[in-house]
């Protein structure tokens, strides 16, 4: 084992502060990475804070994690010493249940193993990127084809791009379709740039007029505030999908309401109380659909990760020292960050 600095909790209420944990040395399928970058998700806070009730402490939150690779175990062939690495929300899973076989591990019928918080298969604890470096067996480790400069928005790909890209690519969205992005936060702006990429015409719907400018500098072709309901109803039966990003519980029907016939609204925000019933009326009589969708498989991550170098495409980040994450926290809950916090881990110490 390997004594390793890290940042983290001890328990629900007390500030992140630093912490040494453990690592295990690099076993022969092991690629062991130096964090250079953290991306900072809301899934970190509600874990740090025992908001979904599940946390083990001490916990070190950070799934949004690029790196460089400074061991490899003598049965890894994908990675050598000295490449960029990446680590998103999965270390593990089973590897034999049906989504596991179909790539699909996120929705692996034996749970997959969280890279924070996650004792599935190993029966310990896992520990994130809040730290100096980690062990991730090679195939969910992630290659990155970005160039250097850019590593600091490449990390936040790794949680909010693939959360936004897998429901976009279920859902076929390309060129001739019309779209709409529910929410500008840390996902709706990936889901902005990526839907715009993917050559979709693209609706944002946000609560902020103050956002406007911002949406269309992203890549949308249009800026609708939700909370205007002339807005809202010239958008009504345009769009062939709506990938809707906010948390907070609110009411569906405005949204429902957006859809073409046969179209589908998928969710990707983990509300911490549940959204309104939606209108049975209005899902039945456009044959419209509600749907969910959760991170993405390995391979999917992959062709996500080297569709964006190949587009030139990041997060929008502000960077902060290791010892600031508990005021990022703050700033968080109040939505004052364009788009990402991303933790730089040279900081560390
Ligand atoms: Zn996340
Ligand atoms: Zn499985």
Redesign the pocket.
Same mark, same amino acid.
């Given at each position: 084992m390997t004594k390793t600095k890290a940042y983290g909790a001890l328990d629900a209420r007390s500030p992140l502060a630093a912490l040494d944990i453990e690592r295990r040395e690099p076993g022969a399928d092991d690629v062991q990475i130096r964090i250079l970058w953290c991306g900072v @998700? %809301?899934?970190?806070l509600h874990t740090a804070r025992n908001e979904w009730h599940n946390t083990l402490y001490p916990t070190v939150p950070g %799934?949004?994690i690029v790196g460089r690779v400074t061991a490899v175990g003598s049965a890894v062939t994908k990675f050598k010493v000295g490449d960029l690495a990446g680590v998103g @929300?999965m270390v593990d899973s089973c590897g034999h249940c049906p989504s596991c076989a179909d790539g699909e591990e996120q929705y692996c019928d034996n749970g997959f193993t969280g890279t924070y918080n996650g004792p599935v298969f190993s029966g310990e604890n896992t520990f994130g990127g809040y730290s100096q470096s980690i062990v991730v067996k090679q195939s969910f480790v992630l290659r990155i084809a970005h160039p250097e400069a850019q590593l600091a928005g490449v990390a936040p790909l790794l @949680?909010?791009g693939i959360?936004t890209w897998s429901p976009l690519r279920q859902w076929e969205v390309g060129p001739g379709k019309t779209v709409g992005i529910v929410g500008l936060g840390g996902l709706g702006h990936m889901g902005v740039k990526l839907a715009h990429a993917l050559g979709a015409h693209v609706v944002l719907f946000t609560t902020s007029a103050n956002k406007v400018a911002d949406g269309l500098r992203l890549g949308a072709d249009e800026v609708v505030v939700s909370k205007d309901p002339e807005q809202m109803a010239r958008q009504a039966g345009r769009l062939d999908f709506i990938l809707n990003t906010v948390a907070a519980p609110h009411d569906l029907n405005p949204f429902l309401a957006l859809l073409k016939r046969d179209g589908t609204m998928t969710l990707v925000g983990a509300p911490g109380e549940p959204h309104p019933s939606p209108d049975v009326f209005a899902l039945i009589f456009k044959r419209r659909r509600i749907g969910g969708s959760l991170i993405g498989g390995i391979r999917e991550t992959q062709e996500m990760l080297d569709f964006c170098a190949q587009h030139g495409i990041v997060s929008d980040t502000e960077t902060i020292r290791m010892d600031e994450i508990n005021a990022a926290y703050e700033r968080m809950l109040k939505s004052d960050v364009r788009y990402r916090f991303v933790v730089d881990m040279a900081t560390l110490g």
């Amino acid at each position: 084992m390997t004594k390793t600095k890290a940042y983290g909790a001890l328990d629900a209420r007390s500030p992140l502060a630093a912490l040494d944990i453990e690592r295990r040395e690099p076993g022969a399928d092991d690629v062991q990475i130096r964090i250079l970058w953290c991306g900072v @998700c %809301h899934s970190d806070l509600h874990t740090a804070r025992n908001e979904w009730h599940n946390t083990l402490y001490p916990t070190v939150p950070g %799934h949004e994690i690029v790196g460089r690779v400074t061991a490899v175990g003598s049965a890894v062939t994908k990675f050598k010493v000295g490449d960029l690495a990446g680590v998103g @929300c999965m270390v593990d899973s089973c590897g034999h249940c049906p989504s596991c076989a179909d790539g699909e591990e996120q929705y692996c019928d034996n749970g997959f193993t969280g890279t924070y918080n996650g004792p599935v298969f190993s029966g310990e604890n896992t520990f994130g990127g809040y730290s100096q470096s980690i062990v991730v067996k090679q195939s969910f480790v992630l290659r990155i084809a970005h160039p250097e400069a850019q590593l600091a928005g490449v990390a936040p790909l790794l @949680c909010a791009g693939i959360t936004t890209w897998s429901p976009l690519r279920q859902w076929e969205v390309g060129p001739g379709k019309t779209v709409g992005i529910v929410g500008l936060g840390g996902l709706g702006h990936m889901g902005v740039k990526l839907a715009h990429a993917l050559g979709a015409h693209v609706v944002l719907f946000t609560t902020s007029a103050n956002k406007v400018a911002d949406g269309l500098r992203l890549g949308a072709d249009e800026v609708v505030v939700s909370k205007d309901p002339e807005q809202m109803a010239r958008q009504a039966g345009r769009l062939d999908f709506i990938l809707n990003t906010v948390a907070a519980p609110h009411d569906l029907n405005p949204f429902l309401a957006l859809l073409k016939r046969d179209g589908t609204m998928t969710l990707v925000g983990a509300p911490g109380e549940p959204h309104p019933s939606p209108d049975v009326f209005a899902l039945i009589f456009k044959r419209r659909r509600i749907g969910g969708s959760l991170i993405g498989g390995i391979r999917e991550t992959q062709e996500m990760l080297d569709f964006c170098a190949q587009h030139g495409i990041v997060s929008d980040t502000e960077t902060i020292r290791m010892d600031e994450i508990n005021a990022a926290y703050e700033r968080m809950l109040k939505s004052d960050v364009r788009y990402r916090f991303v933790v730089d881990m040279a900081t560390l110490g």
